[in-house]
Nanobody
Framework: VQLVESGGGSVQSGGSLRLSCVVS??????????LAWFRQAPGKEREEVAN???????TYADSVKGRFTVSQDNDKSTLSLQMNRLKPEGKAMYYC????????????????WGQGTQVTVSS
């Protein structure tokens, strides 16, 4: 399974960015799968920003609700994160992750990760 993120960059506070994650080598079976975006700022723990399951149900961290939107395309090969009204605290490395939801529920972690894309927000 390979995940490749893109779309990071530098924006001013209040600006927008759209991150993409291309997922390949993943077998979509009848089992439910989950995709997620995480971020990690220097010196801080990794934080789950948003996730979406195979039914299209999404959840968000309180810190980004109303500003970020997670989605996947029709063939489910690309995961996106639309980030609006970015704040300086949004500066971080953003990662996408994937796994079967049952695995996440059992082990509380994703097995498959991308290499990350950097987002910088200036005040």
């Amino acid at each position: 399974v390979q995940l490749v993120e893109s779309g990071g960059g530098s924006v001013q506070s209040g600006g927008s960015l759209r991150l993409s994650c291309v997922v390949s080598g993943y077998t979509y079976t009848t089992s439910s799968y989950c995709l997620a975006w995480f971020r990690q700022a220097p010196g801080k723990e990794r934080e789950e920003v948003a996730n979406i399951d195979s039914a299209g149900s999404a959840t968000y961290a309180d810190s980004v609700k109303g500003r970020f939107t997670v989605s996947q395309d029709n063939d489910k090969s690309t995961l996106s994160l639309q980030m609006n009204r970015l704040k300086p605290e949004g500066k971080a490395m953003y990662y996408c992750a994937a796994d079967y939801c049952a695995v996440i529920t059992t082990y509380s972690k994703y097995r498959y990760w991308g290499q990350g894309t950097q987002v910088t927000v200036s005040s």
